[in-house]
């Protein structure tokens, strides 16, 4: 059990990545529905005229998805939602501690817990999460946008 000066725990990185995996998993099944929505929305635009949903806001994309699909298809692509969730935030929150904790550990005084520090760790692990998260993201876009019946 590490401690830090102030004796707080010091989280491993696998505690980082496993307690950030768990909360995007909550939060990408919690979220599904609005973003099954967004996507479609966004998608909708770039469909013939005749093929379009034409919601008028994410209201009534929620309210028509229910009502003429089911209540299942507010849950489609729940599975790489959840997926790309836990990817996305473990990369933004664990690479981040762990990245500022590395810099401020072993820069020997060079980098020290402030903006600076901050800013590029912030910057690296938002490249982190969109690496990790990007293939993911494809394929859950794919699912949430198909016409019903295509990949079930």
Known sequence: LEM???GKKV???????ASAMLAGAAGGVAGNP???ANVRMQADGRLPPEQRRGYRHVFNALARMNREEGFTSLYRGLLPNVQRAMLMTMGQLASYDEIKEQRIKRSNGLFVDDFITYSISSTLAGGSATILC???DVIKTRIMSAP?????
């Open 11 to 17: 989280f491993t990185l696998w505690e980082k990545c």
């Open 134 to 136: 990007q293939p993911v």
């Open 4 to 6: 830090d000066p102030t």
């Open 148 to 152: 019903p019946g295509k990949y079930s």
């Open 34 to 36: 609005m973003d099954v």
